[in-house]
């Protein structure tokens, strides 16, 4: 059943203040079927900033558009002080109420955003059994996420069939990707490791997708 897209785009020539920077953006709209029986529309806006070369966080800001429920989120890094700062702005009400303003104390210097932990993870080197660890952040929680490479099988996409690696992870998302949720990803086996297949396993059931397709800058 159709639920919707998702589009994930990686910048490498952005910077964040007076540093380099990665620019993450991910979009998620809903469509189909499920969009239609569900009566919910899903309009949601993620920017992740982030070192270009380890992948640790900088900042996130994000633009959730959930049926009835539309938030603004940022959250900042400061690895100097050891925090995080987390503010979050309901914006379906007029004017917009402030519902969190707050530090985070005692956050290790390196904390990785879901997204910007996976491209830290597409750098490794893939075997069998291998196991990697994280630390990742949502929102204002953060915790040791390991990942597990399961195997290497073909994957059956829109854009054809790919040799991939499927690894097994936690889900952070938030919305249907609640934590806990088992959450597997297929990547190429080849030295881009692209991301061409999810599945996550939720309360309500289980949510797939496949890349349908790949846009490289000109």
Request: with cysteine; charged share 30%; net charge neutral.
């Amino acid at each position: 059943m159709d639920a919707g897209e998702a589009e994930i785009n990686l910048a490498l020539d952005a910077t964040y203040g007076d540093k380099k920077a990665a620019r993450i953006t991910f979009e998620a709209r809903s469509s189909g079927t499920l969009a239609s029986l569900a009566g919910i529309r899903v309009d949601d806006h993620y920017e992740f900033m982030t070192d270009p070369e380890t992948f640790c966080t900088y900042s996130v800001l994000k633009r959730i558009r959930e049926g009835k429920r539309k938030r603004d989120i940022e959250v900042v890094y400061l690895p100097e002080t050891r925090q995080l700062h987390f503010r979050e702005t309901d914006v379906a009400v007029n004017p917009p109420v402030v519902k969190k303003d707050e530090n985070v104390n005692d956050i290790p210097s390196c904390v990785r955003d879901p997204f910007s932990a996976l491209y830290a993870l597409r750098k490794e080197e893939f075997s069998v059994g291998a196991t990697y660890t994280s630390l990742v952040a949502n929102d204002s929680r953060t915790k040791d996420i390991r990942s597990r490479v399961e195997k290497r099988e073909v994957t059956d996409t829109p854009l054809g069939k790919y040799s991939a690696w499927k690894i097994e992870t936690v889900a952070l998302m938030g919305g249907l990707f609640k934590d806990g949720g088992q959450f597997r990803i297929w990547l190429t086996a080849d030295d881009r490791k692209v991301p061409v297949q999810f599945e996550v396993k939720v309360s309500l059931g289980k949510v797939t997708g496949k890349i349908k397709s790949i846009q490289r800058p000109d």
